[in-house]
DNA sequence: AGCCGTTGATTGAGCGTTCAGCCACCGTTC
DNA sequence: GAACGGTGGCTGAACGCTCAATCAACGGCT
């Protein structure tokens, strides 16, 4: 790495020893804390996480319903790979949509019974895979530092614009 | 989800309050911080994250080539996924194979000067993303927490025989 | 020599995601 | 009421990843 700061067009900041073992340690507990939960869920249950999430939130729903731009937002997803991920969930008969009577452009993605049946069924193991890998390892105070840092990390995101269904936030 | 702590079979130890604002919170920040990363490096760059993770882990190699399965491991990557991506980078001309004359199986990775001009064009950038977005958010306090974090969730899962590819001692 | 389990690496199918483009509908304006 | 830009949602192609299958070469064995 050194030799290119040399050779960079303008000199970045670089990281410091320190904050360059801190970013790759994080780097590798994330993506293989994630690559591990993916797996359980994928294994266990039969879907990836990002479909266990929708089912979450659609449960987590009075009506166990929510409009697809709603839902979109809510498990910050392109609204385009909500549609592929419902028409999936329809699919494996745990989601279905319904037309939306104000708005007829609008749909609604329904949990179905069958899907919260799957939702109960993955959900213990999920949780426990989180726990024993992530929480668990962790002190009481590491884990409100974590929940600390993330927030911060958050709000840095949210502050610079980084919204995921804003495609016209980034100009120049 | 409370009402599925009844409804599951066996669902001990479910999240506290505290514990489920940690990991949404830890849950969100990282993915949001992991797309905006990707997303940056791939408009700047035009690689994926990962690839750039191979060209980094080719540049600090003394001939900048590697046999294909050591490579795999230094970048915590299956071989498969690893053959595809040499593949592309091949066909980007930033990476090229060579044939291995002590095993006639085997077959080395080798940076070439175009795939080390990309890189140092893209690092500034990259490095940059991850100072503003994650290192200036917290305190360094909170920096040297995030490692000590992580590293624990990391020797929670090699632990755990979740493989990790890399055994500690390693690094660059 | 021949066999046989292992290892290095590649391949192809299937899945999830992204991106760009599209259509249908909304609300406003003239 | 016709035209307009904006919005809700869908589609298809391209891409990266995973998984299982495959192949070739190695190394130990009798």
């Known amino acids: 790495m050194d030799t290119m700061a040399e050779t960079?067009?303008?000199?970045?900041?670089?990281?410091?020893?320190?904050?360059?073992?801190?970013?790759?340690?994080?780097?590798?507990?994330?993506?293989?804390?994630?690559e591990h939960l993916e797996a359980q869920l994928q294994r266990d249950s039969?879907?990836?996480?990002?479909?266990?999430?929708?089912?979450?939130?659609?449960?987590?729903?009075?009506?166990?319903?929510?409009?697809?731009?709603?839902?979109?937002e809510r498990t910050r997803s392109s609204r385009s790979r909500l549609s592929h991920a419902v028409a999936r969930l329809e699919e494996a008969g745990w989601v279905q949509r319904a037309n939306?009577?104000?708005?007829?452009?609008?749909?609604?993605?329904?949990?179905?019974?069958?899907?919260?049946?799957?939702?109960?069924?993955?959900?213990?193991?999920?949780?426990?895979?989180?726990?024993t890998h992530l929480i668990d390892q962790l002190t009481p105070e590491q884990v409100s530092q974590l929940q600390a840092i993330s927030e911060a990390v958050l709000a840095g995101l949210e502050r610079a614009g980084v919204d995921t269904g804003c495609p016209m936030g980034s100009n120049s």
């Open 46 to 72: 039969g879907m990836p996480h990002a479909y266990y999430e929708i089912l979450v939130t659609l449960s987590e729903t009075p009506e166990r319903r929510l409009r697809m731009s709603e839902l979109a």
């Open 100 to 131: 939306c009577a104000e708005d007829r452009r609008g749909a609604f993605a329904e949990l179905t019974d069958d899907g919260f049946a799957a939702l109960v069924e993955a959900a213990p193991g999920h949780v426990e895979a989180v726990r």
């Open 8 to 34: 960079a067009t303008r000199a970045p900041r670089w990281l410091s020893d320190d904050e360059q073992r801190a970013w790759r340690a994080y780097l590798q507990a994330t993506r293989l804390l994630a």
